[in-house]
């Protein structure tokens, strides 16, 4: 009696699938040829999507269609904001067209990113940039790129400079996507721009202060859910509060909701407690004339 045939897939077939995908030079490395493609593609094992290109079914996930859209061009390096959204970036998550580039010849080009030849950072922000001319946004993916030290201030030039002028070439990266759109929030409302990660004490670290030469002392902490939630993480930022406000510092606190549901609301709050402290502004800048005259009285 004739041995059954064996329609699964092997491990090296099932290794070299890419989301999903496999091409004829995949599954021939994998030590299948033309006659055992075809089996278990009649067995449903494959199903040919077209010329040399096969779907695993059941294996495919949400970057199954580029896989597909690039399956028969390995060399492929994706920019753009299908680039971003490959690196993880800050808004950049949505489906996008597949936009292909042709980056310089060489080393050093284009870098791995889940079995795609993507960009480099400060290319993948350039394009980001031409394709959408949304400066909030690539200013978000910018935040990200810094804050997980995938790029480097010095790297961006040329068309990126009307990101880099509105944010300033000197500040550290923001903490989280929250904290920039609180950022992309005041600049929109005409507020002035506070410092990022600023010391208070040895121990203290605010995540923006507006100093009393704008109507301050005042520090703003942005709350998420991932890093704020339960009774320890609580119970710190209770003390720490308490700690700031001792020190003579009004604060205010917003979570993401805010910034994104309610911008207005958050700009006009921190509006508000700067108004406040513009009397206390006003009041000490009249103290050291008022003590210089008293020095000099007889």
């Known amino acids: 009696m004739a041995r059954p045939f064996d329609q699964r897939l092997t491990d090296a077939a099932t290794e070299r699938a890419r989301h999903g995908v496999l091409t004829t030079a995949d599954l021939t490395a ?9 089996r278990r593609v009649k067995a449903g094992v494959l199903r040919r999507k077209q010329h040399g290109v096969y779907l695993v079914p059941g294996a495919t996930d949400q970057w199954t269609l580029l896989a597909l859209a690039v399956a028969r061009r390995p060399e492929t390096v994706l920019g753009g904001r299908t680039a971003a959204a490959l690196w993880d970036l800050d808004g950049c998550d949505r489906p996008a067209p597949v936009l292909l580039t042709r980056p310089d010849r060489g080393k050093g080009t284009s870098v791995e990113r889940r079995g795609f030849q993507v960009t480099l950072p400060a290319a993948t922000l350039a394009g980001l940039l031409r394709r ?7 200013e978000r993916a910018l935040e990200c790129f810094l804050r997980r030290r995938l790029v480097r201030m010095d790297e961006l030039t040329g068309t990126l400079g009307c990101v880099l002028n509105r944010r300033g070439r000197h500040h550290p990266a923001t903490e989280s996507d929250a904290e920039t759109l609180f950022v992309q929030v005041l600049r929109r409302a005409g507020l002035p721009d506070p410092v990022r990660q600023h010391e208070l004490g040895d121990r203290c670290r605010l ?17 998420g859910a991932a ?10 930022d209770l003390n720490r509060q308490n700690h700031v406000m001792l020190s003579g510092v009004s604060v205010l606190r917003f979570t993401h909701g805010d910034v994104t549901e309610r911008p207005g609301h958050t700009a006009q709050q921190v509006r508000r407690a700067l108004q406040a402290g513009a009397p206390r502004l006003a009041l000490g800048s009249m103290r050291a004339p008022m003590a ?7």
């Open 30 to 38: 994998a030590g299948l040829n033309t006659r055992a493609v075809t």
């Open 132 to 138: 959408t001319g949304d400066l909030d946004l690539v």
């Open 207 to 223: 995540d923006f202060w507006f100093g009393p030469e704008v109507g301050g002392p005042l520090a703003v902490e942005i709350d």
């Open 227 to 236: 890093t704020h939630a339960g009774a320890g993480p609580l119970q710190y």
């Open 292 to 298: 210089a005259l008293s020095s000099e009285a007889p």
